[in-house]
């Protein structure tokens, strides 16, 4: 009984301290700008013609250089 017991409480205690454990920070994410004067051109464009127009991977532009500095 007593082992049950010891096993029981170094579960428990094993439990709690990684409940506490400290979790790693997350990276700085890129932001991801689209470009959306474009893509209102392609769609008017598109939307005159009778075309439906379906973005499978949007264009993006480049993030500003006070965007890309933050994570520094």
Known sequence: MKINARTVLALVAAIA????????PRP???????AGSYMQAVERSARN???DVVWINAPGRPPAKDDASEGD
């Open 28 to 34: 700085a994410g890129t932001r991801f700008h689209l």
């Open 17 to 24: 301290l990684t409940a506490c454990a400290a979790t790693e």
């Open 49 to 51: 013609k009778g075309i």
